[in-house]
């Protein structure tokens, strides 16, 4: 059974830190990229990173460029997104996704969802 399940959420003030986990299960890990997409109340989902795990190669949305880092463990099939400099504006659920064949934040080239996990950063 394919699973993603993301963790490390939590309720934060502005220009704190946060670490979301995306722990993977049922596929072959290193074949996939993994994203990391969020939604606000009220807005479309966005990506915000992914990495690819058979080279390391990683993209950012601007609105995150230097102040998130996305990472990945491939021995334990888990990827992080290390969250700092936190603004309220970073207020959704964050969502992990596998992407085995593209390379973007194209959510229907995406194969795998978690359930997400929500951040809160408080003003």
């Known amino acids: 059974e394919v699973q993603l399940v993301e963790s490390g959420g939590g309720l934060v003030q502005a220009g704190g830190s946060l670490r979301l986990s995306c722990e993977a299960s049922?596929?072959?890990?290193?074949?996939?990229?993994i994203g990391w997409f969020r939604q606000a109340p009220g807005k479309e989902r966005e990506g915000v990173s992914l990495i690819n795990n058979s080279d390391g190669d990683t993209h950012y949305a601007d609105s995150v460029k230097g102040r998130f880092t996305i990472s990945s463990d491939n021995a334990k099939n888990t990827v992080y997104l290390q969250m700092n400099s936190l603004k309220p504006e970073d207020t959704a659920v964050y969502y992990c996704?596998?992407?085995?064949?593209?390379?973007?934040?194209?959510?229907?080239?995406?194969?795998?969802w978690g359930q997400g996990t929500q951040v809160t950063v408080s003003s």
């Open positions: 996704a596998a992407d085995r064949y593209g390379w973007g934040f194209r959510e229907y080239e995406y194969d795998y």
């Open positions: 049922g596929f072959t890990f290193d074949d996939y990229a």
